[in-house]
């Protein structure tokens, strides 16, 4: 499985950005998705799922400010991302959102600084 990420870039706080996931093969709709991501100096940490029956689960720390959605069509798994603050600040992965996960991909840069 290849996992390209795309749509990161400089904000500024309060600002928004949309996150996009290709994934090689069409698993999207058959594999819960979740976004991740890795802050400088931190571990990778989990931010959201979107799973097989269409719920969503989000960190507390983006709860209400993020949004996870998936396009089966397109194998495409998105990642909204509204009210941003300067802690969000990271490169953002997507990968399976439960179990085995597949190698990484190389991620895209978030990073929210006036």
């Known amino acids: 499985v290849q996992l390209v990420e795309s749509g990161g870039g400089l904000v500024q706080p309060g600002g928004s950005l949309r996150l996009s996931c290709a994934v090689s093969?069409?698993?999207?709709?058959?594999?819960?998705m979740g976004w991740y991501r890795q802050a400088p100096g931190k571990q990778r940490e989990w931010v959201a799922t979107?799973?097989?029956?269409?719920?969503?689960n989000y960190a507390d720390s983006v709860k209400g400010r993020f949004t996870i959605s998936r396009d089966n069509a397109k194998n495409t798994v998105y990642l909204r991302m509204d009210n941003l603050k300067r802690e969000d600040t990271a490169v953002y992965y997507c990968?399976?959102?439960?179990?085995?996960?597949?190698?990484w991909g190389q991620g895209t840069q978030v990073t929210v600084s006036s």
């Open positions: 990968n399976r959102g439960f179990g085995i996960l597949w190698d």
């Open positions: 093969g069409s698993i999207v709709s058959i594999n819960a």
């Open positions: 979107f799973t097989t029956d269409g719920s969503t």
